[in-house]
């Protein structure tokens, strides 16, 4: 699907006939993609064949176009598996970690340097079978119990032991100082767990060597999408804050404080909120938005992840398949102040995670906030003063305003709240996660 919204901005300028047949080509083939035809008869079973013939077809056409496009001078390496040296160029803003575990040997790969090969850091202690426990830990997070923190105490220490102490010695080494932005790019039950919060919990550990509160953490879902998530991004006036779509739409009187909250501090709100919010009109705003805030309930569907969704009003859903069929180039931030929006299946995980938050980059949104898990309902609040207050600088607003502060920000807002006695505790802020620019 990636593929399909390859840019062509520079091809249409150097070969528009070919640009037009591509883009009409990847046009179709992307709206195929993104249509779900539920059901068992056999006229349903006769429309999916329809379909898939249809999409083979167009899939050998759009082939032969890339051929084509491959033969224009400058274009030879059009949509071709990309090289070494064009995908190390993701970590230009600070390294980026790729984790691998698997039944024959557990490693990772850390891209440090535009010029350099990856470091290479063997996890010698680490298998399929303790990241499962690790991950059945994690599970029993969906029981609200006392225990709760005790769990995630637990898991966190053994991310800790059993991965992440080997690349933290490693970006040490490498002389990455603190407040360094780093990136996790990792896979299959990986998706579910908090790297980025993992520690060892021993009294005698300086709390500012800690992983959580050294680096400034983000995620991706793959390293492609990081590299395009930097791309073209438009440069704005100094001091200029966007109009925020503050989308609320539940029975808990927390998610509409959030709105109040943004307005209240002076924050430019389109509000779009209760029985306002349709799947009609949150299309509309959606494709309109730079920056949206979304304070609602988050679905995960194990079973089916691209049914995963928004909850909008009258219990209607805008699942991860709307999404897909969004194009958002100039979209930067979303803020989903919702449970589970991070959140993936931990049974049936691919390579690649498929989440509400992956949705929202993968549409085109640069930046994403999103949650690992259910979110406690007075962290939303909190969570939409601390974080605009410092992304828009409402104490001076001189400071240029940029979405890419978004994972600083984050981290000063977990920071802030493990001083509050009310949002202190480890299951409301270890969920919170940056993923992207």
């Known amino acids: ?45 006769h429309i999916v064949e329809k ?19 491959q033969g224009v001078p400058g274009y030879e390496t059009y949509l071709t598996i990309p090289s070494f040296s064009s995908i190390r160029r993701v970590a230009s803003e600070g390294p980026v970690i790729l984790v691998n575990i698997s039944h024959h040997r557990s490693d990772a790969l850390i891209l440090y340097s535009v010029d350099s090969d990856p470091i290479h850091v ?27 923190d005790k769990t995630i105490h637990a898991v966190l220490s053994h991310l800790w032991k059993y991965i992440v102490c080997h690349i933290f010695q490693k970006l040490n080494e490498l002389g990455f100082a603190k407040n360094s932005r780093i990136w996790w790019c990792v896979s299959g039950k990986l998706c579910t767990l908090p790297i980025h919060a993992s520690q060892p919990f021993k009294e005698h550990t300086d709390p500012e060597q800690r992983l959580s509160q050294k680096f400034i953490h983000s995620y991706t879902s793959t390293l492609g999408s990081l590299i395009r998530a930097r791309e073209g991004i438009v440069v704005k ?59 609602s309930h988050g679905h995960l569907d194990a079973e089916q992840p691209f049914k995963s969704s928004f909850e909008l009003h009258d219990n209607a859903r805008f699942t991860i398949l709307d999404l897909l069929k969004a194009n958002l180039p100039n979209a930067e ?59 828009l600088h409402l104490e001076n607003q001189n400071k240029p305003v940029d979405f890419k502060d978004a994972a600083k920000v984050l981290k000063a807002v977990t920071k802030e709240m493990r001083r509050n006695e009310e ?13 992207g620019a």
């Open 122 to 148: 063997p996890l010698p202690d680490t298998s399929k079978g303790t990241v499962f426990e690790i991950v059945a830990e994690t599970l029993s997070l969906a029981h609200d119990d006392a225990s709760k």
């Open 333 to 391: 931030l979303a803020v989903l102040s919702a449970c589970h929006t991070a959140a993936v299946d931990p049974d049936n995980t691919p390579d690649e995670g498929i989440s509400l938050a992956a949705g929202m980059q993968f549409c085109g949104f640069r930046g994403v906030v999103g949650t690992l898990w259910a979110m406690d309902d007075h962290v939303g609040p909190v969570l939409a003063r601390e974080f605009y207050k410092r992304m």
């Open 1 to 45: 699907m990636r593929d399909y919204r390859y840019p062509i901005v520079k091809l249409k300028i150097d070969n528009a006939v070919l640009a037009e047949q591509f883009e009409n080509i990847t046009r179709q083939l992307d709206q195929l993609t993104t249509t779900y035809h539920a059901g068992s008869d056999s006229s349903s079973s």
């Open 51 to 69: 379909q898939l013939t249809r999409k083979r077809k167009l899939n050998e056409r759009w082939n032969d176009i890339v051929k084509e496009i």
């Open 237 to 295: 006036e100094r001091g200029t804050a966007p109009k925020i779509l503050g989308i609320a739409t539940s029975s808990l009187e927390k998610v509409y404080k959030e709105i109040e909250v943004m307005q209240d501090m002076g924050c430019d709100v389109q509000k779009l909120i209760g029985s306002e919010v349709t799947r009609s009109t949150m299309w509309d705003s959606l494709v309109k938005s730079l920056w949206i805030h979304f304070a």
């Open 423 to 435: 949002l202190k505790a480890l299951h409301c802020w270890v969920p919170l996660v940056h993923i």
